[in-house]
Each structure stands twice: as C-alpha cells, then as structure tokens.
C-alpha cells in the first residue's frame, strides 16, 4: 500500500459494523422499545457542529441498511468534501426505532473518520506546492485500520502499507536482530518476491550510506533534524526513496518537506485524533 490508498470495502465494513451495532445494542435497545411505538416514522438531520471534512457516508448508509433497509437515506455533502459549522450532511427517514438504534454506532465511526479527514486535510494543505507525499501509519485503531485509513485518504494524504504482510520494513530491532543493515537487507533480497520493495529504517547519516551500498529501494530516515535530512537528501541523490518519519507536527512538517525528502509519514493522522462534533437531531 505504499504511497496508495485505501478503497472502501463493504464486505470487510459490514463485519466491523455489525460487531459494533452488537457492542452497543446487544440484546435489544430498551429505551426505544419502551418508548417508541412500531409505527412512529421520523426523519433526522446529521449536522455539523464545526467545521471539517466529511468521511463515513458509507458507514452510514451501511449502518441503517443493516438495521433495517427500508431506512432511506439523502445525502447533502459527500465524502471528502469540506464542512462549514451549520451544514446539514444527511438525512434519515423512516421508522424512529431503527433511526434511534442506529445513532450512536453510525455517529461515533463518522466523528471518528471526519476528524482524520480534517486533520489530513491540514497537513495536505501546509505542503501544498511541495513535490512530497503524507502519508500515515499504522498507529490506527484495532479493528478500524480500513476507516482510518480510508479517512487519511479522503483528507488528501495518501497510506503506508496497510499490514505487515504487504511490504518489508526494516526498524531498528529487526536490524538489531540479525546484526547490522547489511546482513538484513541481503537475507530479506534473498528471501522477499521479485515484487517487493524493500525500506530499511536509518538514525544516523552513516547507516543511511551503508543501506544505500545495498541498492535498497526506500530508506526511513527516523527523527532526524532538518539539516540531517537536507545533508541525507544530497548524499542519496535519488538513488533511493526516501521518507523522513517521526515528531512530524502541522508546525514543522513543511520544513521536513522542503528538505526534498519524497515521503513523510505522519502518525497524528490517526494515532491521537480529534473527534469532529457532528450529531443527529430527530424531527416528528
């Protein structure tokens, strides 16, 4: 998934969002039961309390089609479009029951994915005119790789791999591990398929010469200062693609992108995000 994105995937959302209607309905929804009459019929509005970045229309759509299809569903601003504080995104119509039942479950995955969307969209936007990617990690939230990552992807950054299994990246306790740069890049040639890009992670401007010797594709460069990466720049002279990783803030990340690094990830983009305040309000 390097440098690529992530497509939504009904098959593998639908699991996800059925667990999660489990965690929060479990046996039955009790209040709505008591309260609520079968044939009440309701229409909800999805606003927006501040401004951002929309991302989670399919789960919603998703959510209510689980609950009960004949919930129908209009949409007023789509994925990866921008929010003003106000805007009305969606609207639910059809039986108040399953309008209620669904709330809280469609609500927490939109919030959710909105403000990864919003942040991403900050970062995009700061390098903005820089020949460079964003990109995330894969500091996500268990269960929720997919979202998050598709959310990074609708704010205009772009995903790192998305597994384990989808590329071979080498850090610190790997190398640690077999004993030094060298040793780990030519068993993972010998062993990795002929399809397979191979990025080791650097902390020193020597290690960064000894993994260019190897002829290795990618190299990280991790938490080096502003002139490390310049200097890293002029040394590799493309021979490699480099990406330059860690403390990455919307405050210095232009400064990393103007060293003419080629990939810049970014953990904020999902690991400590900010909720976007979006809510459901009901109407008879």
């Known amino acids: 998934m390097f440098g690529g994105f992530v497509v939504y995937n009904e098959i593998i959302a639908e699991e996800i969002i059925k667990n999660a209607l489990k965690e929060d309905i479990n046996y039955c929804d009790i209040t709505t039961e008591v309260l609520i009459d079968e044939e009440s019929l309701s229409e909800a509005k999805i606003l927006a309390k501040e401004e951002g970045v929309v991302a989670g229309i399919p789960i919603l759509r998703q959510v209510y089609k689980i609950i009960d299809p004949e919930v129908k569903i209009n ?3 789509n994925d990866g479009e921008k929010l003003e504080k106000g805007n009305i995104i969606a609207s639910v119509m059809g039986k108040t029951k399953s309008i209620l039942k669904g709330e809280r479950v469609a609500l927490n995955f939109m919030q959710r994915l909105s403000g990864i969307a919003k942040k991403s969209r900050q970062f995009r936007s700061v390098t903005m005119g820089l020949n460079v990617k964003v990109v995330d990690t894969r500091k996500t939230m268990p269960n929720l790789r997919m979202f998050d990552k598709y959310a990074v992807s609708l704010g205009g950054c772009n995903n790192h791999r998305y597994n384990l299994s989808d590329s071979i990246l080498i850090k610190d306790n790997h190398i640690e591990a077999v004993g030094s740069i060298t040793n780990a890049i030519v068993k993972a040639k010998q062993k990795a398929p ?30 080096m200062s502003i002139e490390m990466l310049e200097e890293a720049v002029l040394i590799t002279n493309k021979r490699a693609i480099l990406e330059a990783s860690g403390n990455v803030t919307l405050a210095n990340v232009r400064a990393v992108a103007a060293t003419g690094v080629d990939v810049i990830s970014v953990g904020e983009l999902t690991h400590s995000i900010s909720a976007l305040d979006i809510s459901m309000l009901l109407e008879q």
């Open 75 to 77: 949409v007023f601003i």
């Open 194 to 223: 002929h399809t397979m890009k191979i990025e080791i992670e650097v902390q020193t401007i020597e290690q960064l010469k000894e993994a260019l010797d190897t002829g290795v594709d990618i190299i990280l460069l991790d938490n």
